[in-house]
């Protein structure tokens, strides 16, 4: 199979699409590494524009991307501008530029019912990664990105979803605004907070509609999304321990969608 070099035009696009102004500015996102790409196609959830390969591993050439190939437009880069728009040190030679789905409104959202993650202040692409991979497993209604979270389509994030990337419904906006328009549709906000005032999470007995609300990795939630209307809401410790402060903040929102989850 013969396939031709990226155009100037693409090679550019590549090389902005690390910049969160332009992702939003053209509406694309990059996903990288072999296993996450056939995830995406598989899925059929996200458009993919175009398939770049990096001449020097030959990725084209391996039987089960016969298929994919044959139904998207594929061209090869150097290695050394697959290297530059590469977000990874050992890149695994296959990029997919994909369109970024529409976002929901929150009247949208507020329709559903079952379970959303809302992220305040959530700093770390891979704790973002891990809560989108986890929230698709369980199947989650939606995910809303507060203020001061990374960008959902962050290069390291979109990896860390292992193909997860536009399979929920999700949103960024102001957390305040949006949860009053859930809660006028019935929506019960939990906010994941491990202060001794905090009720257990085991001993939430059913929902319909439930919000987990996962803060900043240093500070938490902020005070003003802390209302007498919404319940904190924590993990205890089954031994009591007290030699680790916290749980991670991906890990939290884990154990949290597995227990609630249970109760719709």
């Known amino acids: 199979m013969n396939l031709s070099t990226a155009s100037n035009r693409q090679q550019t ?15 694309l996102f990059l996903l990288e590494g072999a296993r996450a790409v056939q995830q995406v196609v598989a899925n059929q959830e996200i458009e993919i524009q175009a398939l770049f390969f990096d001449e020097s591993q030959r990725y084209w050439e391996q039987a ?16 050394e501008l697959f290297m530059e728009v ?3 040190d050992t890149p695994q030679g296959v990029l997919a530029l994909c369109e970024m789905p529409t976002e929901m409104t ?6 559903k019912s079952g379970l959303i993650v809302a992220l305040d202040g959530l700093q ?14 369980f199947g ?29 419904p999700f949103m960024n906006g102001e957390l305040s605004e949006v949860f009053d328009t859930l809660e006028r549709e019935n929506w019960e906000v939990f906010l994941l907070d491990a202060g001794a005032e905090s ?5 939430i007995s059913s929902l319909k509609k439930g919000v987990i609300v996962v803060g900043n990795e240093g500070h938490g939630i902020r005070d ?3 209302t007498a209307n919404r319940s904190s809401v924590r993990i205890p410790s089954p031994v009591g321990s007290k030699n680790v402060e916290s749980l991670n903040a991906a890990i939290a929102a884990s154990i949290a969608l597995y227990d609630l989850s249970g109760k719709m």
């Open 13 to 27: 696009l590549l090389r902005k699409l690390n910049r969160k102004k332009y992702r939003y500015k053209e509406r």
């Open 64 to 79: 089960d991307w016969k298929r994919i190939i044959d139904e998207l437009e594929v061209a090869t880069l150097s290695r």
């Open 86 to 88: 590469s977000d990874t």
């Open 106 to 111: 929150p009247e949208e959202l507020a329709d």
């Open 124 to 137: 770390d692409p891979g704790n973002l990664g891990t809560i989108i991979r986890t929230a698709g497993w």
């Open 140 to 168: 989650i209604s939606g995910i809303i990105s507060g203020k001061g979270t990374v960008d959902m389509f962050h290069p390291k994030v979109v990896r860390g979803t292992a193909g997860a990337t536009g399979t929920i």
């Open 199 to 203: 009720k257990a999470l085991h001993e």
């Open 224 to 226: 003003e999304l802390m």
